[in-house]
């Protein structure tokens, strides 16, 4: 994997664990895991399980990380070595919208995915932006910035 910074995706841990950096935390409502929350379907294309993701140390679940952030890259074409903060949590999030606008929604009331990130809509419009997605992340980035200064 080309270079990516680190601060950015401690910023977009904080995000997934709900600050927490736990390797074993799992949403409640989903098979998500870990941190960056890999969907069990994720894992398997891994060759692993969100279990064993869950089982693991901090360094066995950064290799997967990696894996992982290195196959977003090739599917999008762009190397992790120019991407943005952005889009070290787009990666996560969904991936398709690195590509995007800032104002192009990402997803709409009606709509599982909606439901289930509805702190992503920033001003409850019923509609998730990429711009939106964004400022969460950048916020994250700004607190973990401060408390290194």
């Given at each position: 994997?080309?270079?990516?910074?680190?601060?950015?995706?401690?910023?977009?841990?904080?995000?997934?664990?709900?600050?927490?950096?736990?390797?074993?935390?799992?949403?409640?409502?989903?098979?998500?895991?870990?941190?960056?929350?890999?969907?069990?379907?994720?894992?398997?294309?891994?060759g692993t399980t969100t279990e064993k993701?869950?089982?693991?140390?901090?360094?066995?679940?950064?290799?997967?990380?990696?894996?992982?952030?290195?196959?977003?890259?090739?599917?999008?074409?762009?190397?992790?070595?120019?991407?943005?903060?952005?889009?070290?949590?787009?990666?996560?999030?969904?991936?398709?919208?690195?590509?995007?606008?800032?104002?192009?929604?990402?997803?709409?009331?009606?709509?599982?995915?909606?439901?289930?990130?509805l702190y992503h809509d920033v001003n409850?419009?019923?509609?998730?932006?990429?711009?939106?997605?964004?400022?969460?992340?950048?916020?994250?980035?700004?607190?973990?910035?401060?408390?290194?200064?």
């Open positions: 994997m080309s270079y990516l910074d680190p601060n950015y995706m401690m910023a977009c841990f904080a995000l997934e664990t709900g600050v927490s950096f736990k390797t074993n935390i799992k949403n409640p409502n989903s098979s998500a895991s870990g941190l960056i929350q890999f969907m069990e379907s994720t894992a398997k294309g891994l993701l869950r089982s693991m140390n901090h360094v066995e679940h950064m290799d997967y990380v990696k894996m992982y952030f290195v196959n977003i890259a090739n599917q999008v074409g762009i190397p992790t070595s120019q991407w943005t903060l952005h889009d070290v949590y787009l990666s996560i999030f969904t991936p398709s919208a690195i590509k995007k606008k800032a104002d192009d929604i990402i997803y709409r009331d009606g709509q599982d995915a909606y439901k289930v990130n409850k419009d019923g509609a998730i932006t990429k711009k939106e997605i964004c400022s969460n992340v950048d916020n994250f980035y700004e607190k973990g910035m401060e408390l290194i200064e």
